[in-house]
């Protein structure tokens, strides 16, 4: 079973989303780092760029693969976490913590209220 | 329908991931690639390698036959030694890579790759066809009554010997299994069932290779991960086994090696007797050598931080010309940075010699070496007589 914290909101390729205001802060699921296992390098989004929901905006690579990870918002950039371009560990160790990605400021609040919550995407993975 | 081997269950009690591999259902990793990888380094590891393939030949004509089946100097092997070997076709490209051991005076064991064992039989079964009638022999595939593990690290040595007790009665004849030397071969007892033991690898640390019947396979390795518990053993996966040879630059039969690619192409000539006597492949592999090669395979490490190298990816010169194409790539666990083999252009394989890895469409640095990529102390209790067969294969 993995951790699946009830204040976030999840995309189902495996995104969570913290919401604080209108920013909004984005990782990988603990489900997402156990499958892709050790992370040893992170491709992180340029600060000040726009995405719209579903673009890839980030790649992670564990020793097998490489996987890219999509902006569960519309919005802009507005800081990326350089911690863990450094070490990437921190995602495996602490996904909902260190080891967060990229903070976007949205465009589009409604997204949000589209995303899976905790128990949605609990069911999606099959726990 | 993925074939399984007598270990499964005990893999999928451990909690192991499991992937296909050479048409096996196999365990990938366990608790993780990197702590499997850093535990064969630094204490010990054990796989279960049950999916490779196992042939047996023998009869007074065997030797002469598989001397002319494969590229290393048979004559040399003395009962209870191996030796690390190459199969070609007629072009000079590898059938396979392999191991043969010389288990009795007209007996030798082949362990050959899991996703090449069906071919190998073909090529085998052609080639016993057209072997001219002399003395006879037999060719047998032992491969589904077998299960065989690798133990491998530096403390294997002291865990082997507390589950397999006792001298050896077949192969070299030694005391215990531990004073094996790099290479050499053995039949052990346990339980009252034989175990053919050999100290070989794939990992480039000091340990052992089994082979035993695949009724006993459970119980041995739970024997064996019990025995091992006080060195740190652990199971590992495929995983680890591809980054710990990966850093030691041994080839992979579909990645360094083909049908397409010769040994000399892959820096294995010191594995090719081309002074030993006519064999399948010798006229491709004299003319290639004469003529000068156009490719060759080399180690590769990246600097500074970037995204761990692929199969496929383009390797490029520092001018942005395309060279070749890389074959392994990983994330060392032991350096912590990027290392890879690739197949270039001859001209360009210098070590020390920077190119550039595209990924994603940017061209990375990296810098050519020598094969170890990551350098070992040579394996210490075997009392190796000569390094570790693999390793003495140079990049360039």
């Known amino acids: ?127 | 329908m993925l074939k399984r081997t007598p270990l499964y269950e005990a893999h999928c009690r451990l909690g192991a991931r499991m992937v296909e591999f050479g048409g096996w259902e196999m365990p990938l990793l366990y608790r993780g690639i990197v702590e499997e990888h850093l535990a064969v380094r630094q204490a010990a590891g054990v796989f279960d390698i049950s999916h490779m393939g196992n042939f047996t030949v023998a009869g007074p004509g065997a030797g002469a036959f598989l001397n002319h089946c494969l590229t290393n100097d048979l004559d040399r092997l003395a009962v209870g030694q191996g030796q690390y070997t190459l199969m070609c076709n007629e072009r000079g490209g590898v059938v396979d890579d392999l191991y043969v051991f010389r288990v009795k005076p007209d007996e030798y064991l082949l362990v050959v790759n899991a996703a090449r064992t069906r071919a190998d039989w073909e090529w085998l079964d052609a080639l016993v066809d057209a072997a001219p009638t002399g003395d006879g022999f037999n060719l047998r595939d032992d491969t589904d009554r077998l299960a065989a593990l690798a133990l491998q690290g530096p403390r294997a040595a002291e865990i082997l010997p507390r589950v397999i007790e006792g001298g050896s009665i077949a192969g070299m004849l030694v005391a215990g299994v531990a004073e094996l030397k790099k290479n050499q071969w053995a039949g052990f007892v346990f339980r009252g069932h034989p175990v053919g033991v050999a100290r070989t690898g794939y990992t480039g640390e000091d340990g052992f290779e089994l082979v035993l019947p695949a009724g006993l396979a459970e119980e041995f390795w739970t024997l064996l991960l019990a025995a091992g518990k006080a060195c740190a053993l652990q199971p590992a996966g495929l995983g680890a086994r591809d980054t710990l040879r990966t850093e030691m630059g041994y080839p992979l039969y579909g990645h360094e090696l083909s049908e397409d690619i010769t040994p000399l192409e892959a820096g294995l000539q010191r594995f090719v007797a081309l002074s030993k006597g006519d064999f399948v492949g010798r006229n491709a592999l004299l003319a290639q050598a004469e003529e000068g090669l156009r490719r060759r395979l080399v180690g590769f490490r990246m600097e500074g931080r970037t995204p761990p190298p692929r199969p496929g990816m383009e390797v490029q010169d520092t001018g942005g010309r395309v060279i070749g194409r890389v074959t392994s790539g990983t994330q060392s666990p032991s350096l912590g940075t990027g290392i890879g083999m690739a197949l270039i252009a001859a001209a360009e394989a210098v070590e020390g010699r920077p190119i550039r890895v595209v990924m994603r469409g940017r061209a990375h640095p990296a810098v050519i070496v020598r094969r170890p990529i990551l350098s070992r102390p040579k394996p210490g209790s075997g009392g190796a007589s000569n390094d570790s067969a693999l390793s003495a294969s140079k990049a360039g």
């Open chain 1, 1 to 127: 079973m993995s951790d699946i914290p009830t204040e976030l909101r999840y995309a189902s390729t495996h995104e969570w989303v913290r919401l604080d205001g209108d920013l909004a802060t984005v990782g990988i699921s603990d489900h997402a780092q156990a499958e892709l296992t050790d992370i040893v390098y992170v491709e992180l989004p340029e600060v000040g760029a726009d995405v719209a929901a579903g673009d890839s905006c980030a790649v992670v690579e564990s020793v097998k693969t490489a996987s890219d990870v999509y902006a569960p918002l519309s919005g802009k950039i507005i800081a990326v976490n350089e911690a863990v371009a450094k070490d990437p560990a921190l995602i495996n160790t602490d996904p909902y913590g260190e080891g967060w990605l990229f903070q976007i400021k949205p465009s589009d609040l409604s997204e949000y209220e589209d995303l899976l919550d905790a128990d949605a995407y609990a069911e999606q993975i099959g726990e």
